[in-house]
Structure formats: C-alpha cells, structure tokens
C-alpha cells in the first residue's frame, strides 16, 4: 500500500492572474484620458509605450479596446 502525502501545497495567495487584460486595457484607457487632459509630455509617453507592449504581449486588439472604452 502506499503512503498518502499530508504535506500539500496551499496557495493562500488565489489566482493571480485572472485579471491582468483586464486590467492592462484600464491601463490603456487611463493613459488616454490623461494624454487628452493634460497633453503630452515624457512621463505619459514612456508609460503609453509600456502599456501597447502589454497590450501586443496579451494580444489584445484595438476593437476590445473600443468595445471598453464605450463601456465606460
């Protein structure tokens, strides 16, 4: 017969990555809003190339991105 384990692994963290498109297309749309209201400037730019390469990493599309924009 053999030996039952009763050492097992608890993650008491949860899912930790169920809502990263989620939230990378909040990101997206934040940034936008904060380009229209306070213009261009660095900080906004360096952050908007960071959020379209997670964008391009999650494969996320530009008609998702519309559909949450009209949902907000």
């Known amino acids: 017969m053999?030996?039952?384990h009763i050492?097992?692994?608890v993650n008491w963290r949860?899912?930790?990555?169920?809502?990263?498109?989620?939230?990378?297309?909040?990101?997206y749309i934040l940034l936008l809003k904060?380009?229209?209201r306070d213009g261009e400037n660095t900080r906004i730019?360096?952050?908007m190339?960071?959020?379209?390469?997670?964008?391009?990493?999650?494969?996320?599309s530009q008609q998702q991105i519309t559909n949450a924009l009209e949902h907000k």
Do not use: C, P, W
């Open 34 to 36: 904060r380009q229209e």
């Open 7 to 9: 050492f097992f692994n």
């Open 14 to 27: 949860g899912n930790s990555s169920g809502k990263k498109y989620k939230h990378a297309i909040e990101r």
């Open 49 to 60: 190339d960071k959020a379209k390469m997670r964008i391009k990493k999650f494969g996320i």
């Open 2 to 4: 053999r030996k039952k």
């Open 45 to 47: 730019t360096k952050t």
